[in-house]
Structures are given as structure tokens and as C-alpha cells.
């Protein structure tokens, strides 16, 4: 049975009561440590992850992942991805955002954003498995849709090629065709330049594993486009490069292209945490890892993070928890707090009944981990509701209430010096943020032929102007789209 609270139009369902999670934790820190985190949806009922894959196995999902993120990071940061940063030096609040933070444990108490969540929610979408061939899915063709892999939904396409479904001149049949295809078809590319790239971007992983593993999309790109691009409310029609054959372009189809422009076109981004460059995962008894490079982000940085970005500016930013499948680039929607007292496991709605001074606190399972500045400690209880991904679908209109929310209840102690200064913390659970990540303020995805181009020169809903189409066939070739198409897409769309 669960306690309900509301945020705007959002639920969030209490998870089970905090001082028997505090006993089970201290009865057996290592089994509470390493236990699967329960997701709830929007009506309290219990979420298994959103992706399965082929990876069973701990350090080989996290030696996948490490991979894409690297490659990530080198397109989106001037750090060299390749070295490892610890905590120290990649592990603080205010490398992630460009305003001052507060940090200071009863400075945020006293603002009252105990409970919050953003002003503008992220919107939900696909991620775009590769498997499915990016945007080269043809998601709204039932006999595509019972391709199981992706050889066989690629043997589909090359059995069923776009263009000839294109000059068959049935508008229910052209409808069906892939968000690739469709863009293909609107800058006049009869080849289908970007959605042959689309496949053989799969084709790589293919053909070196023998399988694309079901997780792997451009769901980075997503995260990015949900909290930077507006959201796309309506579907629209515009027309293709021979003037006449109308092409429709549903929310959950222009979410894949703002998706894909922000996937593939650099942009600047800040990071923290999440740089362990590992084969195997040493933990002590706790199950904590025992290497500082593993560590991920330290509670310190993720409450700090968390409290300034959701609970000041009422903005969002982006988490991925590497031990778990589906928490993985998701954006941020908003949080609730709860406080306990470390030592007595009470909780109390006076916040200084919840600090426990350093030497008092007898039952501390990571004292040797300890910062040398911490003087007290504090427990915290954190729901945390996020925006997470959903399949693509034909509805003709989106809203926030439409989108896919996860719940999860983080439990973290903080370290607090004299003064009441955030100045470190431990996990209680292996299941949690280890990287946290958002494109810069001003951030847009800009590519050089975007650039010679003037947004006013197309309405988006007639032919494209040829210097347009030889500018998009030309990124298309380098697995690009342009951002003056997708924007002028996407601003229909409201």
C-alpha cells in the first residue's frame, strides 16, 4: 500500500518505511548495499528496467559502457576522455553548473526546497535502439515491427526499399516509412543517404559481435533534447522535394530528429563523477568499492547538485547510474527529502535532531572513509522522480502528462564541518547516480553547413530551397542532420 504525495500533476508513491530500510542496512550492510532499487511509475506500481540486453554479466556491461561514454565525452568535452579523474578532481557541484552553489546544509534547509521539481518537465521519448536501426525505424509498419533483431529488421528494409514506397503515391503506405526516410525524402535524397547510414552504424556492431545488444540507442541524445528542445506538441505536415507528396511527422517522430541533432552534433556540456577506467570492481566488505577512482559521485556532490538545479533554478539536468540498466541519461523532474539521525535511525522534522557529531556516531559502518573535515553527520532519504524513456508511438499530440516518470528513494549520509558546510557523504546503496551531466546554458547543436544557411529562408511546410537540400545531403554523408530543418520542424510542432 503506499503513501501518496503530489507534485503539479506528478505522484510521488512512498517506498517502504525508512527505519526498516536504516536496520536492514545495519543488520547487513552488505546485502542492503548490493540489492536491486525498486522503480515505481506514475501510479505507484513497481517498474522493471525499460531495456534488457544481452549483458548479464557486471564489469562487462560497465566495460561496454564505459566505451560509449568515452566517445561521448570526447565529442562533447576538451578533457581527455582516456584519464581517470578522482573525485577530488571531477567529483564537485560547481564544475557541473555556472552559477555560485549553496552548499551549506542549513543555509538549504532554511529555503524551504525540501520538496521540488522543475518548471519546464523534459519531455519523454524513444531512445532509439540501434537494433531498430536509429531513426531508420519504421516503427508505425506492423510487419517491421515483428522483426526481432537487427538483421533481420534490416533484410525488411532492403526487401521493402523507401523510395519505392515513396513513387507508389499511397499516402497511408509513405506514412509508415522511417523518421530517416521520411527526412531523406523531404531534402530530396533518392539515394537515402541518412538512413543507410542509420544501419550502418548497427552494421559495425553487428558484424564485430554478431549481435546488437537491445540497451545500446542514442538515449544521451534524447536526455539532452528533452531538457534543451521544446517539446514537440502536434503532429505536422510538410512536403517532400517533389513538391506534392505530403510527409506527416508525428511528436514521438520529430522527438527522434531533435533526438539524433543532439546525439550526433557536438556541442559544449559539463560533467562530474563517472570516470572509473576499470576491468574488475574491488569492494570491501560493505560492497563499497575500495578504489577512490570507482567511487562515482560522492552523495556531497549529487545532494549539493540536485538541491541548486532542481530546488533553486527549478532546472533540470541529466544522471546516469552505471550498476543499472535503465537509469542511464535520464533527466532529472524532481525530489522530496526526508532526514534521519545516522546514529538513532529516528527521523525528525527538526533538522538539527538529524546531525549526529562525529565522535558520537558509534554505528558508523564507513568511518575509515571519513573526510578529515567532517565534524557531524546527517542522513538523508531522497525520493527522486526522474523522466525516462518510452517507446515511439502514432499519437498525434503530446503533454506533459503523457510522459513516462520513474521514482526511486536514494539513502546517503552527508559530512558536514563545524559550520554546516556539505563536505562529503556515503552511498548506502550501490544502485545510484555515478555521473551527472547537462549541455551548457547556451548550449545548440550547430553543424558547418547550418551555418551557411538563413533560418528565414524556409517555413517549414514547402519545398526545401536547393541550397538546403545539397546542404543536408552533404551532412547526411557524415551522419549529420541540419539543425535549421530539425528547429523549423520542431517550432510547427508547438
Same mark, same amino acid.
Given at each position: 500500500?503506499?503513501?501518496?504525495?503530489?507534485?503539479?500533476?506528478?505522484?510521488?508513491?512512498?517506498?517502504?518505511?525508512?527505519?526498516?530500510?536504516?536496520?536492514?542496512?545495519?543488520?547487513?550492510? *552488505?546485502?542492503?548495499?548490493?540489492?536491486?532499487?525498486?522503480?515505481?511509475?506514475?501510479?505507484?506500481?513497481?517498474?522493471?528496467?525499460?531495456?534488457?540486453?544481452?549483458?548479464?554479466?557486471?564489469?562487462?556491461?560497465?566495460?561496454?559502457?564505459?566505451?560509449?561514454?568515452?566517445?561521448?565525452?570526447?565529442?562533447?568535452?576538451?578533457?581527455?576522455?582516456?584519464?581517470?579523474?578522482?573525485?577530488?578532481?571531477?567529483?564537485?557541484?560547481?564544475?557541473?553548473?555556472?552559477?555560485?552553489?549553496?552548499?551549506?546544509?542549513?543555509?538549504? *534547509?532554511?529555503?524551504?526546497?525540501?520538496?521540488?521539481?522543475?518548471?519546464?518537465?523534459?519531455?519523454?521519448?524513444?531512445?532509439?535502439?540501434?537494433?531498430?536501426?536509429?531513426?531508420?525505424?519504421?516503427?508505425?509498419?506492423?510487419?517491421?515491427?515483428?522483426?526481432?533483431?537487427?538483421?533481420?529488421?534490416?533484410?525488411?528494409? =532492403? *526487401?521493402?526499399?523507401?523510395?519505392?514506397?515513396?513513387?507508389?503515391?499511397?499516402?497511408?503506405?509513405?506514412?509508415?516509412?522511417?523518421?530517416?526516410?521520411?527526412?531523406?525524402?523531404?531534402?530530396?535524397?533518392?539515394?537515402?543517404?541518412?538512413?543507410?547510414?542509420?544501419?550502418?552504424?548497427?552494421?559495425?556492431?553487428?558484424?564485430?559481435?554478431?549481435?546488437?545488444?537491445?540497451?545500446?540507442?542514442?538515449?544521451?541524445?534524447?536526455?539532452?533534447?528533452?531538457?534543451?528542445?521544446?517539446?514537440?506538441?502536434?503532429?505536422?505536415?510538410?512536403?517532400?522535394?517533389?513538391?506534392?507528396?505530403?510527409?506527416?511527422?508525428?511528436?514521438?517522430?520529430? *522527438?527522434?530528429?531533435?533526438?539524433? =541533432?543532439?546525439?550526433?552534433?557536438?556541442?559544449?556540456?559539463?560533467?562530474?563523477?563517472?570516470?572509473?577506467?576499470?576491468?574488475?570492481?574491488?569492494?570491501?566488505?560493505?560492497?563499497?568499492?575500495?578504489?577512490?577512482?570507482?567511487?562515482?559521485?560522492?552523495?556531497?556532490?549529487?545532494?549539493?547538485?540536485?538541491?541548486?538545479?532542481?530546488?533553486?533554478?527549478?532546472?533540470?539536468?541529466?544522471?546516469?547510474?552505471?550498476?543499472?540498466?535503465?537509469?542511464?541519461?535520464?533527466?532529472?523532474?524532481?525530489?522530496?527529502?526526508?532526514?534521519?539521525?545516522?546514529?538513532?535511525?529516528?527521523?525528525?522534522?527538526?533538522?538539527?535532531?538529524?546531525? %549526529?557529531?562525529?565522535?558520537?556516531?558509534?554505528?558508523?559502518?564507513?568511518?575509515?572513509?571519513?573526510?578529515?573535515?567532517?565534524?557531524?553527520?546527517?542522513?538523508?532519504?531522497?525520493?527522486?522522480?526522474?523522466?525516462?524513456?518510452?517507446?515511439?508511438?502514432?499519437?498525434?499530440?503530446?503533454?506533459?502528462?503523457?510522459?513516462?516518470?520513474?521514482?526511486?528513494?536514494? %539513502?546517503?549520509?552527508?559530512?558536514?564541518?563545524?559550520?554546516?558546510?556539505?563536505?562529503?557523504?556515503?552511498?548506502?546503496?550501490?544502485?545510484?547516480?555515478?555521473?551527472?551531466?547537462?549541455?551548457?546554458?547556451?548550449?545548440?547543436?550547430?553543424?558547418?553547413?547550418?551555418?551557411?544557411?538563413?533560418?528565414?529562408?524556409?517555413?517549414?511546410?514547402?519545398? =526545401?530551397?536547393?541550397?538546403?537540400?545539397?546542404?543536408?545531403?552533404?551532412?547526411?554523408?557524415?551522419?549529420?542532420?541540419?539543425?535549421?530543418?530539425?528547429?523549423?520542424? %520542431?517550432?510547427?510542432?508547438?
Amino acid at each position: 500500500m503506499f503513501s501518496l504525495f503530489f507534485i503539479s500533476f506528478v505522484i510521488f508513491p512512498a517506498q517502504a518505511d525508512l527505519k526498516s530500510n536504516l536496520q536492514a542496512f545495519h543488520e547487513n550492510p *552488505k546485502s542492503y548495499y548490493m540489492q536491486h532499487l525498486t522503480k515505481y511509475d506514475r501510479n505507484g506500481q513497481p517498474q522493471s528496467s525499460s531495456r534488457s540486453g544481452f549483458l548479464t554479466q557486471e564489469n562487462e556491461l560497465l566495460s561496454r559502457k564505459l566505451q560509449v561514454r568515452k566517445a561521448f565525452l570526447k565529442s562533447h568535452s576538451h578533457t581527455d576522455p582516456n584519464v581517470t579523474i578522482a573525485p577530488g578532481a571531477n567529483d564537485n557541484a560547481n564544475t557541473l553548473f555556472n552559477t555560485p552553489l549553496i552548499d551549506n546544509i542549513f543555509e538549504l *534547509k532554511n529555503l524551504g526546497i525540501d520538496q521540488a521539481h522543475v518548471d519546464k518537465s523534459p519531455w519523454a521519448g524513444d531512445y532509439w535502439a540501434y537494433y531498430r536501426g536509429i531513426l531508420g525505424n519504421r516503427f508505425q509498419d506492423e510487419e517491421f515491427r515483428l522483426s526481432a533483431d537487427w538483421e533481420s529488421a534490416y533484410n525488411y528494409i =532492403l *526487401k521493402n526499399p523507401f523510395f519505392a514506397i515513396f513513387s507508389s503515391g499511397q499516402p497511408d503506405k509513405i506514412n509508415t516509412l522511417s523518421v530517416s526516410e521520411k527526412y531523406d525524402l523531404i531534402v530530396g535524397d533518392q539515394d537515402g543517404t541518412l538512413t543507410t547510414n542509420m544501419w550502418q552504424q548497427g552494421a559495425a556492431y553487428q558484424d564485430h559481435t554478431g549481435a546488437i545488444e537491445t540497451w545500446m540507442g542514442i538515449c544521451e541524445g534524447w536526455a539532452a533534447a528533452a531538457i534543451m528542445s521544446p517539446r514537440p506538441t502536434k503532429s505536422i505536415e510538410t512536403v517532400a522535394y517533389d513538391g506534392k507528396t505530403k510527409i506527416m511527422l508525428n511528436p514521438s517522430e520529430l *522527438k527522434g530528429l531533435v533526438s539524433y =541533432l543532439w546525439a550526433r552534433t557536438p556541442y559544449p556540456a559539463r560533467f562530474v563523477g563517472g570516470r572509473c577506467n576499470f576491468k574488475d570492481v574491488k569492494r570491501d566488505d560493505l560492497g563499497r568499492p575500495t578504489s577512490i577512482e570507482c567511487l562515482d559521485t560522492n552523495p556531497a556532490t549529487w545532494h549539493v547538485s540536485v538541491l541548486n538545479r532542481v530546488g533553486i533554478s527549478k532546472r533540470s539536468f541529466i544522471m546516469d547510474a552505471t550498476a543499472d540498466y535503465e537509469v542511464w541519461n535520464q533527466p532529472i523532474y524532481g525530489y522530496s527529502l526526508k532526514y534521519f539521525n545516522p546514529q538513532t535511525l529516528e527521523s525528525s522534522l527538526e533538522l538539527q535532531n538529524n546531525i %549526529i557529531a562525529s565522535g558520537e556516531f558509534t554505528n558508523d559502518k564507513f568511518k575509515e572513509y571519513r573526510s578529515d573535515l567532517a565534524t557531524q553527520m546527517i542522513g538523508i532519504e531522497m525520493t527522486l522522480q526522474y523522466v525516462t524513456e518510452e517507446s515511439s508511438n502514432t499519437r498525434p499530440t503530446n503533454a506533459p502528462e503523457d510522459d513516462a516518470l520513474r521514482t526511486v528513494t536514494y %539513502i546517503y549520509d552527508l559530512e558536514l564541518d563545524a559550520n554546516g558546510k556539505i563536505v562529503g557523504g556515503e552511498w548506502y546503496q550501490n544502485e545510484h547516480p555515478d555521473f551527472l551531466w547537462t549541455p551548457n546554458d547556451n548550449a545548440f547543436p550547430f553543424t558547418a553547413e547550418d551555418a551557411r544557411l538563413n533560418a528565414q529562408d524556409w517555413n517549414g511546410d514547402t519545398v =526545401l530551397p536547393e541550397s538546403w537540400r545539397e546542404a543536408a545531403m552533404r551532412s547526411s554523408k557524415t551522419n549529420l542532420i541540419l539543425s535549421v530543418i530539425t528547429n523549423k520542424l %520542431i517550432e510547427r510542432a508547438q
